[in-house]
């Protein structure tokens, strides 16, 4: 168990140095957008003065493209949980797997441990993107998290593709890798998270997907 709380601070370490390089490439690309788009400005003064309207068009959906390109690798305020989606969101594009986030903030984390909240989201997004490999037919993964309306909860959801006929969780061989053992750990690992923060946890299977959700109680982000 001390071994697997040393991976999770490892992690989280590891999560804070990436959180800071991606800010830096970050602002390198903020400030050539600016650059540039002081020049696009001018453009668009002097095709205004022509009336030249669908160039100016053209222009705007370039900035807005570059605009785009910069923000996506902003998902939330938290230093840790933003690297962390970024991370996993590349690893999944680079296995073929679809992951779409819907993050609501604020959120508030002041109550939650970095390396509990690393270990938690690591788990289900690393479980949800190896059962979407395996599953037949990839439908992708969505993952959610909100303040709850009705109190001062944080909700997570996540769904994700799962092979039917092949019950995820139970170990079995696919080439070298031992497929369903570390899931099985992994799920373990939130499951204890979600009860030391006395927190809610269900999950279940239909229809081919999984679905799991948690409720986390947090209080200083509401009382401050």
């Known amino acids: 168990m001390e071994n697997a709380k040393s991976a999770s601070r490892d992690e989280c370490a590891r999560m804070r140095e990436k959180y800071y390089q991606d800010l830096d490439v970050l602002h390198e690309e903020y400030d050539t957008f600016l650059h540039d788009m002081k020049h696009t400005m001018r453009a668009i003064a002097a095709l205004a003065r022509e009336g030249e309207v669908d160039e100016i068009i053209s222009l705007i959906d370039k900035l807005d493209m570059s605009l ?3 923000e996506q690798g902003i998902f939330c305020g938290n230093k840790v949980l933003n690297a962390l989606l970024s991370e996993r969101k590349s690893y999944a594009e680079e296995a073929g797997v679809v992951m779409e986030y819907d993050i609501t903030e604020p959120l508030y984390f002041e109550d939650i441990d970095d ?7 690591g788990n289900i997004l690393d479980n949800a993107i190896e059962a979407e490999k395996q599953s037949a037919e990839r439908e992708g993964i969505w993952f959610r998290m909100k303040m709850a309306r009705e109190g001062c909860h944080i909700i997570i959801q996540l769904e994700n593709s799962y092979n039917e006929t092949e019950e995820n969780d139970k170990i079995r061989t696919v ?3 031992r497929v369903g053992a570390k899931r099985g750990i992994g799920l373990r690992s939130v499951r204890k998270i979600v009860r030391q923060y006395g927190g809610m946890i269900e999950d279940r299977k239909e229809d081919g997907r999984f679905r ?11 009382n401050s």
Not at 115 to 121: A, G, K, M, P
């Open 68 to 70: 785009g390109r910069i």
């Open 115 to 121: 390396v509990d909240l690393c270990s938690l989201v």
């Open 212 to 222: 799991i959700k948690i409720l986390l109680p947090v209080r200083s982000g509401w």
């Open 175 to 177: 080439g070298t890798e």
